[in-house]
C-alpha cells in the first residue's frame, strides 16, 4: 500500500451497515463512517508516516496518514491505522545530511553521504565507529529544563546507544540498543538540565562501553521535539522545521442516552500528555455539556461536563506501541465508567463517576485526537464506535464485522 495511490477519500464509501450510532474503521480507508457521517480531515501541510512495506511517504496536505505496524512480531505489517498528531517541530538541523559542518564526528568516527534511506532515497549517512569512543554529535540544541524526545533510523550490527549531553546533568544514555540489517526507528526521551548552557544530542554512540560493539552504522532522520514521545518525521536542513497539528471531527446527532464508546489504537503518546484528547464529543469553544476521554500525564480519564464535572480515571500507563482498546460505558441515569484493554488482556476500569445526563451536547460535533481549542494528542487509530446501551467489551468489539 502506498499513500500516493490511495483512492481521495470522499469517492470511498463502505457498503456494510452498523448496529451503532457511530462507526469509523481505520481499515475502510474512507472519511465515511459506516453509519453514514462524513468527516472532516485538516492539515495545513505535508507529513510523513509508514506504510505496509515500513517504507516513509509522505501525505500531502490535508490528506489522512494511514500507516501499518507489526503487533504479533512476524515482520508483518498487518494493523492499520490513522495517525494523528500534535503539532511538532524538530529541532535537529539536516536531520539526514550527518556529513554537513554542523555535526561533529568524535572518537575517530567518519561518515559517508548517499546511503540508502527508509523512504527510498540515497539520504542516509554511514557511520563508522572504530572505538569505544566514537560517536556523531550536534551541540546547541534545544532549550535548557525542557523535556524531548530524540528519534532516528539506524541499521547495521552490534550494539550501541542514542545519548545526549549537558553541562549540568552531564551524559545521558538510551537503553542499549541491538542494530539488526532493516532499518529501525528507535526513540529516547529525556530532559535537558535546568540552567544548562552546552546541551548536545549524540545519536548514535558507542560511549566508552565495550559492551557497545557497533562499528558501521547507518543513520537517517534525526528528530528531537519536545515532549514524551516520537511523533511522525519531520525532515530538516539548516532550521527547524514543524507540523501543524490535525484535527478529524464527524457529525454526531444522536442526543444523550445510555451508550458505550469503544476507541481501538496503537499508543504512541496520548496518556503521557495531560488533556490531550483521544475523543470528544461537544465542547467547541469551552461550552458544555460534553463528554471526553483525554491523557493524564498517567493514563486515561473520561470526563462529563454538565456544569459539574465527573471523571472516570485510569493511572496505568500503556507502553508506546502498544494496542489499546478504551471502553466508556454511559448509564441513562449519567454514571460513567472508564475501562481499559491492553494486548488484548483483561480489562482495567476506573471508578465511577455520577451526573446528570443532559439533555443535549453543546454541539453535535465527535472530534477524534484534539480540536483547534483542546490539547491534541498522537495515537494510531484502528476504530471508534459508539453503540446504544450499556455493553461488554466483546460486544463491542463484536461489532467490527
Given at each position: 500500500m502506498s499513500l500516493r495511490t490511495l483512492p481521495p477519500p470522499a469517492f470511498r464509501t463502505p457498503l456494510r451497515?452498523?448496529?451503532?450510532?457511530?462507526?469509523?474503521?481505520?481499515?475502510?480507508?474512507?472519511?465515511?463512517?459506516?453509519?453514514?457521517?462524513?468527516?472532516?480531515?485538516?492539515?495545513?501541510?505535508?507529513?510523513?508516516?509508514?506504510?505496509?512495506?515500513?517504507?516513509?511517504r509522505r501525505a500531502v496536505h490535508s490528506q489522512l496518514r494511514y500507516e501499518a505496524v507489526d503487533l504479533d512480531g512476524d515482520g508483518v505489517r498487518e494493523a492499520l491505522g490513522v495517525l494523528l498528531e500534535r503539532a511538532a517541530t524538530n529541532v535537529a538541523l539536516q536531520s539526514q545530511d550527518l556529513t554537513s559542518g554542523s555535526w561533529y564526528p568524535g572518537g575517530a568516527a567518519t561518515v559517508t553521504a548517499g546511503a540508502a534511506a527508509p523512504d527510498g532515497t540515497a539520504t542516509a549517512t554511514l557511520v563508522t565507529l572504530p572505538n569505544i569512543g566514537s560517536g556523531i554529535e550536534r551541540h546547541g540544541v534545544g532549550a535548557a529544563g525542557t523535556q524531548y524526545t530524540m528519534s532516528a533510523w539506524l541499521s547495521g550490527t552490534g550494539t550501541l546507544v542514542l545519548g545526549v549531553y549537558d553541562n549540568v546533568t552531564g551524559p545521558v544514555s538510551s537503553p542499549r540498543i541491538a542494530l539488526t540489517s532493516t532499518p529501525t526507528r528507535y526513540s529516547f526521551t529525556f530532559t535537558f538540565g535546568a540552567g544548562s548552557t552546552d546541551r548536545r544530542i549524540v545519536p548514535v554512540t558507542r560511549r566508552n562501553d565495550p559492551l557497545n560493539t557497533a562499528t558501521s552504522v547507518t543513520v537517517w532522520g534525526v528528530q528531537v521535539e519536545a515532549g514524551p514521545g516520537a511523533s511522525g518525521y519531520i525532515p530538516t536542513l539548516g532550521a527547524v522545521a514543524s507540523r501543524v497539528a490535525e484535527q478529524l471531527s464527524f457529525p454526531f446527532a444522536a442526543?444523550?442516552?445510555?451508550?458505550?464508546?469503544?476507541?481501538?489504537?496503537?499508543?504512541r503518546g496520548t496518556s503521557r500528555i495531560a488533556q490531550a484528547r483521544l475523543l470528544q464529543l461537544g465542547h467547541t469553544n469551552g461550552a458544555y455539556p460534553s463528554l471526553d476521554i483525554h491523557g493524564t500525564g498517567a493514563g486515561?480519564?473520561?470526563?462529563?461536563?454538565?456544569?459539574?464535572?465527573?471523571?472516570?480515571?485510569?493511572?496505568?500507563?500503556p507502553?508506546?506501541?502498544?494496542?489499546?482498546?478504551?471502553?466508556?460505558?454511559?448509564s441513562a441515569a449519567g454514571a460513567t465508567q472508564l475501562h481499559m484493554s491492553r494486548s488484548g488482556g483483561a480489562e482495567t476500569s476506573g471508578v465511577v463517576g455520577t451526573a446528570p445526563i443532559p439533555a443535549g451536547w453543546s454541539a453535535a460535533t465527535l472530534s477524534i485526537g484534539g480540536t483547534a481549542e483542546m490539547n491534541v494528542g498522537l495515537n494510531l487509530y484502528q476504530c471508534v464506535r459508539i453503540?446504544?446501551?450499556?455493553?461488554?467489551?466483546?460486544q463491542m468489539r463484536g461489532l467490527g464485522g
Open positions: 451497515r452498523s448496529r451503532c450510532l457511530f462507526q469509523w474503521e481505520a481499515a475502510d480507508l474512507s472519511l465515511a463512517a459506516r453509519t453514514g457521517q462524513v468527516g472532516t480531515f485538516v492539515r495545513a501541510g505535508d507529513a510523513r508516516a509508514l506504510d505496509t512495506s515500513g517504507r516513509v442526543p444523550p442516552q445510555a451508550m458505550t464508546w469503544y476507541a481501538r489504537f496503537i499508543e486515561y480519564e473520561s470526563l462529563l461536563n454538565v456544569g459539574d464535572v465527573t471523571y472516570s480515571t485510569i493511572n496505568t500507563l507502553t508506546v506501541g502498544e494496542l489499546v482498546e478504551l471502553r466508556l460505558t454511559v453503540a446504544p446501551g450499556v455493553l461488554t467489551m466483546d
